[in-house]
């Protein structure tokens, strides 16, 4: 699938959703395009509010999967993204990832 149909697929809900997100993750570092479409899937209620397992929603997975692309793209849209999350998620997910800021955040796929 392409990116934007993937995009589509984790937007729209459904079963296949963090299939879909987990692979725009492993595209992220060969492909500037699913790392920005994975910052834009990070801002949808849907996505934060849908936890994988206790505070650790879809949306963390995909700022945790773009940190771990480490290329400059990736990690200025793993920021923007970041930013937009409530301070008490800001906290959250720095405790998960055991950074003291998102710069430091180091996460490893």
């Known amino acids: 699938m392409r990116n934007d149909e993937l995009a589509e697929l984790a937007g729209s809900g459904g079963p296949y959703r963090g299939k879909a997100v987990f692979e725009l993750v492993d595209r992220a570092r060969a492909d500037d395009d699913a790392a920005s479409r994975l910052g834009e899937l990070s801002l949808l209620a849907a996505l934060r509010g849908d936890r994988l397992f206790h505070s650790v929603s879809l949306a963390w997975a995909a ?8 290329t400059p ?36 796929l």
Do not use: C, N
Not at 63 to 70: P, T
């Open 63 to 70: 700022i945790i999967g773009l940190l771990a692309a480490e």
């Open 73 to 108: 793209h990736a990690r200025t849209v793993a920021y923007a993204a970041f930013a937009a999350l409530s301070a008490p998620d800001q906290a959250e997910f720095l405790a998960y990832v055991k950074a003291d800021r998102i710069e430091e955040a180091l996460p490893r």
